[in-house]
């Protein structure tokens, strides 16, 4: 069993950055990919970023590219998702997601394929 808890969301202008993180606990954080979606009001939860269990491999959905980084230190549990260069059509509620994984390598970008689910923290950006 893993939980998630998400921090760093909050209200901040066109152009600024956030860093969120997503703390796990259990000892065995190394094990598990992790990714991060959102959900914007009246939308669906959407992929954002993925992170193989080792760091290795990210992927980003193409709107994001450039803008965000996700990371992971697993000496901490922590998986972080850095945002820089936010845009008004970033504003949603953020979580982090993790799965087992039995390789060091991959990452996954489908919502289903995530057993373990952070509460949420909200990003509002102004413009």
């Known amino acids: 069993q893993v939980q998630l808890v998400e921090s760093g969301g909050g209200l901040v202008q066109a152009g600024g950055s956030l860093r969120l993180s997503c703390a796990a606990s259990?000892?065995?954080?190394?094990?598990?990919?992790m990714g991060w979606f959102r959900q914007a009001p009246g939308q669906g939860r959407d992929f954002v970023a993925a992170?193989?269990?080792?760091?290795?491999?990210?992927y980003y959905v193409d709107s994001v590219k450039g803008r965000f980084t996700i990371s992971r230190n697993n000496a901490k549990n922590t998986v972080y998702l850095q945002m820089n260069d936010l845009k008004p059509e970033d504003t949603a509620v953020y979580y982090c997601?993790?799965?087992?994984?039995?390789?060091?390598?991959?990452?996954?970008?489908?919502?289903?394929?995530?057993?373990?689910w952070g509460q949420g923290t909200q990003v509002t950006v102004s413009s």
């Open positions: 992170i193989s269990r080792s760091g290795w491999t990210t």
């Open positions: 259990g000892r065995t954080f190394s094990t598990y990919a």
């Open positions: 997601a993790a799965v087992y994984s039995g390789s060091t390598s991959t990452y996954y970008i489908e919502r289903a394929s995530y057993d373990y």
